[in-house]
């Protein structure tokens, strides 16, 4: 037991016989239970994934199984190597293992966590891809950019913090370098928020035709500063995102959503002042079977004729109706084959369409004669 003792404390370059034994035994522990650890804890998570009804923990389990691996055997040459003798003198080999340990634990921590967000970037596209969904699909590269770039930036500030340097420094500056730059693009800020209302709320999606006050046209592109609309000129339009986020938007394709797919046609038919009441009262009977019968006219939607006003050169019918497509040629034909409906209905009836007219009244005077003339010289 004593030779044992003795040949443990024999020495090479510095490492004991008892020091080469215990490093070579924790690489091999390592290297051996590496895979069955890991093994065993995947399929133990796997067996948890299988009792949910969602993909994403599968592919969680399939993102941190190399950085587990990885991370188990960089730990364990870690260990390995601070078991064997480091020198402090001439260089501090000792804190430099240290460093380099902990650095690379903290790399492996920043790979799990970017493949983590791998995983939250394909959930993400996923739900984007819904139209049902809140998220647009505009915004998903941008959430998921963020994640990786927060990762990447903390974790270079905690390397930093653990090799030494001080980052409250940095911290700071970089705050005031941040407030300087956010007054000096205040705007750009403003309309990268506005676009992100936009893809929340979805008021318009690419080829929507929308209108507001000072715009019009249908959407071709929504970008993070502006949105390019193609107006009815064939010109291009970018209007700024903090614009569109504070106006009034009018979404003219809204119309096709389900359930409506209709377009109102509101207009008034001025008949001649020769009508008589008669067939005014006749007149609006027939306009409205005309809407009632006439197949491209929507019969779940308000339609409305009557009678309503005295007009400067005509009696008015106000008509009022929807036409069962959105579509601007259908609309279009629905409402000229109404009108042209009208016409004949009126000429039958012997009724004539106003125009714009003015009646003269001429009141005949007396003759009288001048004064001058009944007297005689």
Known sequence: MSDLSEFSKVSFFGISVYQALLSFLILFLTMTMRRLIIGSFIRMLERYAE????????????????????????????????????????????????????????LLGAWLLLRLVDVADKIIKQKAADPKHWLDISIAPLITASLRILVVITSLIVIAQNLGYSVSGLVASLGLGGAAIALASKDTLSNLFGSMMIMVDKPFKVGDWIKGADFEGV??????????????GKTVENIPNNMIANVKVENMDRRKDKGYNVRRIKMTVGVSYSA????????????????????GVDQRMTTLVYFTDFGASSLDIFLYFFSNSAVWAEY????QRVNLKIMKKLEVMGLSIAFPSRSVYIESMPDNKSSGSSQDG
Not at 67 to 91: D, F, H
Not at 219 to 232: C, K, L, M, P, Y
Not at 276 to 295: F, G, N
Not at 332 to 335: K, Q, S, T, Y
């Open 276 to 295: 008589t009441a008669d067939q005014m009262e006749k007149a609006v009977e027939s306009l409205r079977e005309i809407l009632k019968t006439d197949p």
């Open 51 to 106: 009792k949910s009804k969602t993909e994403w923990d599968n592919s969680v389990i399939q993102a941190i199984r190399p950085p587990l691996e990885v991370l188990i055997l960089a730990y364990g040459i870690w260990l390995a190597v601070k078991i064997l003798p480091q020198p402090t003198e001439p260089v501090d080999i000792k804190h430099f293992v240290n460093v380099i340990g902990e650095v690379l634990i903290l």
């Open 332 to 335: 279009l034909e629905v409402r």
């Open 219 to 232: 959407v071709e592109e929504i970008g993070f500063r502006s949105t390019r609309i193609r107006t009815f």
